[in-house]
């Protein structure tokens, strides 16, 4: 053979002239003998006998594994030409060569060479199974799905991440790539509802955006987006100057109710009362109007006296009442106080009251340590309560001395005296003495 590789070397070289030009039409396939598409094809070769040898620019073969390569030797001796090359072939980290010599440069010369490659069928569809139109990224590929929700990639052996978007939205699969491979990828797709409303139930013509994609309600407070690829889209809902932010999970809800609080609390049933203390007690009861309302976040209570304002603490006594203990101030002196109630969307009800504790005083005020039985009484109280007792002990007085009365006359006559009524007549004459033994 070494022989025989001389003989045709000799034979060239007295056949061909100094300095040549050769066409190549490189194939390439795989294991399996399938084109392979993206094979880089390069030759090493003389330039001439200073220059030495050079490398051709790489050519990546087409979809039926092709590639074009054209290299020229400039040498302008024959005795001094290089009439063998070097045919290489890259296909991801795997490089095949061919050692190749110039025979006739006439013609094209058509050379096949083989690379270890693989498919990998990526199948991109919804929840339900139905196709879907996606960008599919495999390696250094990207390809669009066809009709059937299915992109093609040949690749070399090794691992890849499958990545298919729509709209923005990810999904990706690991995969080994050691033979050919159907890869599937699920693309769950929604139907987003979103409502708007008032607190009174009542529709509104708001903005809805989710995911850059924006809509107005219709008449009914409704926005609808379909296909909707993202699982937790970002949703932001605008009316007038207020907005709401959801980030909901579509895998547990796809509709939603937006609910914009218009209305303020209303302060009801304000009242007040002196304590015999003399402090003041603040009641306040708060409705939050609206069937839909956001419900009460907070009451605050403050007081003015002489221009300073003085804030109290407001504790909750029942459902939605209030109140709160103003500290004593001097008599005669007008107190302002304003109750505060806020709700969840930050509107706020007002409502004021005021009082002035009078110079005299006349109630009776229970004392603990103090007075008769702990009873302070005032001079009013003490002359009616004397004249009263002594009504009463008079009465009493009488009675005994009435009692006392009708005993000594029984024990004179020796009869019985029934009681008088107040009623009853005394008889016409006085009774008869009983006969002496």
């Not at 090794?158 to 923005?168: D, R, S, W």
Request: with cysteine; charged share 20%; proline share 5%.
């Amino acid at each position: 053979m070494l022989l025989f590789a001389l003989a045709m070397l000799l034979f060239a070289s007295h056949c061909l002239s100094a300095g040549y030009t050769q066409k190549l039409l490189v194939q390439v396939f795989d294991q399996d003998y399938r084109p392979v598409e993206g094979a880089q094809v390069y030759v090493e070769h003389q330039v001439n006998s200073v220059v030495g040898d050079a490398k051709t620019k790489p050519v990546s073969t087409k979809a039926n594994g092709t590639a074009d390569i054209s290299f020229t030797d400039w040498e302008e001796l024959s005795g001094q030409t290089k009439y063998t090359y070097t045919l290489y072939t890259k296909y991801g980290s795997e490089v095949e060569s061919a050692v190749l010599t110039v025979t006739d440069t006439s013609a094209v010369r058509v050379y096949s060479m083989q690379v270890k490659a693989h498919y990998a069928f990526v199948s991109v569809h919804d929840q339900k199974g139905k196709p879907l139109a996606a960008s599919v990224t495999v390696g250094n590929t990207t390809r669009k799905t066809d009709v059937g929700g299915m992109a093609r990639f040949q690749l070399p052996p090794g691992k890849y991440t499958a990545k298919a978007e729509i709209n923005g939205a990810v999904r990706n699969r690991d995969l080994s790539l050691d033979k050919d491979q159907n890869i599937e990828i699920e693309f769950p797709l929604y139907t987003v509802k979103i409502t708007v409303i008032d607190d009174y139930k009542r529709p509104l013509a708001a903005q809805v955006d989710l995911d850059g994609a924006a809509k107005n309600t219709s008449a009914d407070g409704i926005a609808v987006f379909e296909n909707v690829s993202n699982e937790q889209p970002k949703v932001t809902v605008r009316y007038n100057e207020s907005f709401r932010k959801l980030q909901p999970n579509l895998k547990q809800e796809s509709s939603m109710l937006v609910v914009f609080d218009l209305t303020k609390p209303v302060i009801q049933e304000l009242h007040h009362s002196i304590q015999k203390n003399e402090e003041a007690v603040i009641n306040a009861y708060v409705q939050e109007p609206g069937a839909s309302a956001s419900g009460i976040s907070g009451v605050s209570i403050t007081y003015e006296v002489g221009g300073v304002t003085t804030s109290v603490p407001a504790y909750t006594v029942g459902y939605n009442s209030f109140e709160a203990k103003i500290p004593v101030v001097p008599r005669e002196t007008l107190v302002k106080y304003t109750v505060k109630a806020t709700d969840k969307a930050g509107n706020a009800g007002f409502a004021s009251g005021t009082y002035t504790i009078a110079l005299e005083r006349k109630n009776v005020e229970l004392k603990k340590d103090n007075g008769f039985f702990g009873i302070t009484l005032g001079w009013e109280t003490i002359v009616v309560g004397l004249v009263a007792f002594g009504i009463v002990g008079y009465g009493v007085l009488y009675y005994r001395k009435r009692q006392q009365h009708e005993k000594d006359l029984e024990d004179e006559i020796g009869v019985e005296v029934p009681p008088q009524s107040p009623y009853s007549q005394p008889p016409v004459n006085p009774p008869t003495l009983p006969p002496q033994a």
